[in-house]
């Protein structure tokens, strides 16, 4: 199975702060790379697929980066709808796998 | 409006089975394959099972297979995943999602909560 990491697990951050999520994977998946933002209690929804390609209708603050085994995720400009939890998933091969997500809070 | 509407949970005692459904409406269902994604209270996301679109191919994690069965419905556009022998560790938020661009989840049902507990 391809190991997803995220670091850091949370982060504290304030409104209009530039903030960097990195996901690593445990062998190259060249850029079958996903970001989710979950906030609580909902469902997830995507933000990036394909490593850098914005989903329809995501704010363009939100950038994606990275090939192989290191990805980022960029917040730009921290809004106050930003605050939530951030999954990174590989769909290189089954098993489909997330990272265990990264948390990031009002400072 | 694209929507996945997921049903069937609830409280089942250890050992027992019960049958989860996602209800597809506002896209062509018979084009995508759908996933089962669940998550255990207070924790991350963890993908269990997809159906293809054409419903020929099936695909498991380890922590399911054997136990539970996903099949598609192309009348009613449903996917339902039938879960047996379930076990406390099964308790979870079980979510349908859409796969979309390079297999990403672009569109997910609200979840139904499984609890596994005598």
């Known amino acids: 199975d391809i190991q997803m990491t995220q670091s850091p697990s949370s982060l504290s951050a304030s409104v209009g702060d530039r903030v960097t999520l990195t996901c690593r994977t445990s062998?190259?998946?060249?850029?079958?790379l996903n970001w989710y933002q979950q906030k609580q209690g909902k469902a997830p929804t995507l933000l990036i697929y394909a490593a850098s390609n914005l989903h329809s209708g995501v704010p363009s603050r939100f950038t994606g980066g990275g090939s192989g085994t290191h990805f980022t995720l960029t917040i730009a400009s921290l809004q106050a709808e930003d605050f939530a939890t951030y999954y990174c998933?590989?769909?290189?091969?089954?098993?489909?796998?997330f990272g265990g997500g990264t948390k990031v809070e009002i400072k | 409006q694209e929507q996945l509407v997921e049903s069937g949970g609830g409280v089942v005692q250890p050992g027992k089975s019960l049958t989860l459904s996602c209800a597809a409406s506002g896209f062509a269902f018979s084009k995508f394959a759908i996933h089962w994604v669940r998550q255990a209270p207070g924790k991350g996301l963890d993908w269990i099972t997809v159906i293809s679109d054409d419903g020929d191919t099936e695909d498991y994690a380890d922590s399911v297979k054997g136990r539970f069965t996903i099949s598609r419905d192309h009348l009613d556009n449903t996917v339902d995943l039938h879960m047996t022998s379930l076990r406390p560790d099964d308790t979870a938020t079980y979510f349908c999602?859409?796969?979309?661009?390079?297999?990403?989840?672009?569109?997910w049902g609200q979840g139904t909560l499984v609890t596994v507990s005598s």
């Open positions: 999602a859409r796969g979309g661009t390079y297999s990403s989840f672009d569109l």
């Open positions: 062998q190259h998946i060249n850029t079958y």
């Open positions: 998933q590989q769909t290189y091969g089954t098993p489909l796998t």
